[in-house]
């Protein structure tokens, strides 16, 4: 089936610098890249996703890019905030079979200090 | 818009009773709706997707008879567990997606969760 994978798993970052989170996905069917943030006993929110006929796609300080030769996409937060502390989910759909049900990475823990 | 509503938030029970969690899209029909559990500090584990009118589709271990899943309208699905035992404690999510057959790579909106713990 899909494998994505994620990494890191955690990151530490100063407020105001960027932070980069890095998917890599296998099954070259897949054609939509979904990003969502969950906050501590919250539910995931979608923040950003890009389609396979984009390479990028950004919204305010965030941004995402995809590399379908390569197989792997990323999310970019510019000038980052102690609010965007946070665990953030990367997911690559569909997956094997025909089944429009996305894959999700196993998560990647932002940690903002002031 | 696109927005989930999932009761109860939390439920505190004893070993062997049965609990009904719900998740309803309050502004969209849901053709589809996913229901996961996460372990702490972990990923979203998908237990089965659920299409309106339609039998759940369990995923591989997931017991069907033991989590069951009914998707009676475009806007509920409801996930029993039915004689829950402390093993069955977790964090329990359900996402909604909508659209037809050109939403079915839209994306999933999240409810915001029920954690369960069984005594």
């Known amino acids: 089936g899909e494998n994505v994978e994620q990494h890191p798993s955690t990151l530490s970052v100063q407020e105001g610098d960027s932070a980069v989170i890095k998917c890599t996905y296998s099954d070259s069917a897949s054609n939509y890249f979904p990003w969502y943030k969950q906050e501590l006993g919250k539910r995931p929110q979608l923040i950003i996703d890009i389609r396979s006929n984009v390479g990028e796609k950004k919204d305010q300080r965030i941004a995402v890019t995809l590399n379908k030769t390569a197989k792997h996409f990323s999310l970019h937060i510019t000038e980052t905030q102690p609010e965007d502390s946070a665990v953030y989910f990367c997911?690559?759909?569909?997956?094997?079979?025909?089944?429009?049900?996305?894959?999700f990475g196993r998560g990647t823990s932002l940690i903002v200090h002031p | 818009g696109a927005v989930v509503s999932q009761h109860p938030s939390r439920v505190i029970c004893k070993s062997g009773t049965s609990v009904k969690i719900e998740c309803r899209s309050l502004d969209f029909q849901a053709t589809t709706m996913f229901w996961y559990r996460q372990f702490p500090k972990q990923s979203l584990m998908l237990m089965a997707t659920?299409?309106?009118?339609?039998?759940?589709?369990?995923e591989q271990g997931v017991e069907k008879d033991k989590f069951l899943i009914n998707h009676a309208s475009l806007t509920l699905s409801t996930l029993t567990v039915t004689s829950a035992h402390p093993e069955d404690s977790s964090f329990y999510i359900c996402?909604?997606?909508?659209?037809?057959?050109?939403?079915?790579?839209?994306?999933?909106?999240f409810g915001d969760g029920t954690r369960l713990s069984i005594l």
């Open positions: 996402s909604a997606r909508g659209g037809g057959q050109a939403g079915q790579n839209q994306p999933q909106h």
């Open positions: 659920s299409n309106e009118g339609s039998k759940a589709t369990y």
């Open positions: 997911a690559a759909s569909p997956r094997p079979g025909g089944s429009y049900i996305p894959t």
